[in-house]
C-alpha cells in the first residue's frame, strides 16, 4: 500500500511539473508574440486577427476596391484599438464590457457597409452568419473566420 501511496505521489508531482511548464510556456509565448505594452489582464484570450489580413480576406471575397480596401483598413484599425482599450478597462463589470464590445461591433458593421455596394453587404452578411455558425457550433477561429471580427465578442449578434 505504502508502494501504491509514493508512486501516486510521484505521478501527482510529475503532473503539477507539467501542468507548471505548459503555464509557463503559454506566457512566454503570448508575451513574445502579443503587444508586450499591454498589461496581462488586458490581453485578449486570443489574439484578433490582423487588420491588414482582415482588409487582404474581405478584398479577395467581396472584390473590394482599392479605395474600399483603404476605408476598411481604417475601419478596422480603429475597431480594434477600441477593443483593446475596452478589454483593459479594469473599472468595466463583464457585462459592461460585454455590452460596449457588441456595440462597438455593431457600430463598425454599419461603418463597413457603408463602404460596400449592396451586392458586397450581401456576401459579407452571409459571411458573418456563417461565422456565428461556426460560433454556435464550437469550431471558433478558424483560419478564415476573422473576416468581421475584431475580437471574440461578435458570435452572437450576427447579422445585426
Known sequence: MNTFASRFTLLALVLSAVSLASVTFAQDSSS?????????????????????KQVARLTKRLGLSDDQSSKLL?????????????????SLS?????????????????????????????????????QKQRMQN???????????????SNGNNGGN
Open 94 to 130: 463583464q457585462q459592461d464590457r460585454h455590452s460596449k464590445m457588441r456595440s462597438l461591433q455593431q457600430d463598425s458593421d454599419s461603418q463597413i457597409n457603408a463602404v460596400l455596394t449592396p451586392a458586397q453587404q450581401t456576401q459579407y452578411a452571409n459571411m458573418k452568419q456563417m
Open 32 to 52: 513574445s508574440t502579443g503587444s508586450s505594452s499591454a498589461p496581462p489582464s488586458a490581453q485578449p484570450m486570443h489574439q484578433a486577427p490582423d487588420p491588414q
Open 74 to 90: 481604417t475601419i478596422i484599425q480603429n475597431r480594434q484599438q477600441q477593443m483593446n482599450a475596452i478589454r483593459g478597462d479594469s
Open 138 to 152: 464550437g469550431h471558433g477561429q478558424d483560419s478564415s473566420s476573422g473576416e468581421s471580427s475584431g475580437g471574440s
